[in-house]
């Protein structure tokens, strides 16, 4: 006998909505395990209990396992600017995983594997955290701003300085090739 013990498979009830090209990495019930629902990490991203769509791993701000809990805070984009979204945190999802398996490593590695670029910018009034993410099955990095609480967001003199923190970070990621 060995010194781990085998994980059962997903039951066929508790599978999401899979994309063709898309698999399963991990899940753990959410809760006492009797109708909590289900958390499954993909490839793609992860499916959380009462969402109809899965949750892509460029759209998690942040994830925080706690020994005992998931809290997952997705991204909300809030406004569309050329070639980036603002982003802001939508409420997080807390989540009990008595029986956690590989699910939160998973969480952690895809969601630090889709960030190719991160940095935090004094901005007027206020400061912003430009990011570039990975997009399963997307090509190129997907841009993204958010600011700090407090930032004045519609100011012109803070949408001008992004915009330019936007396309000084852009210049800086693309190969000399492209």
Known sequence: MGLFR??????PADRPPLAADERVL???AAGNGEGDGVLVASNRGLWLPGRGERLGWHDVLKAVWSGRELTVTPAEAVAERDGYLVVADAPAETYLLLDP???????????TASVAYTAHHPVP????RVAARRVSGVDGLTWTVRYDPGTPVDDEAVAAETDRLVAEARA?????DA
């Open 172 to 176: 800086a990621t693309t190969p000399a």
């Open 125 to 128: 009034g206020g400061a912003a």
């Open 6 to 11: 085998r994980r059962p498979k997903l039951p």
């Open 26 to 28: 991990a899940w753990a």
């Open 101 to 111: 398996g590989d699910l939160p490593h998973q969480v952690r590695a895809r969601v």
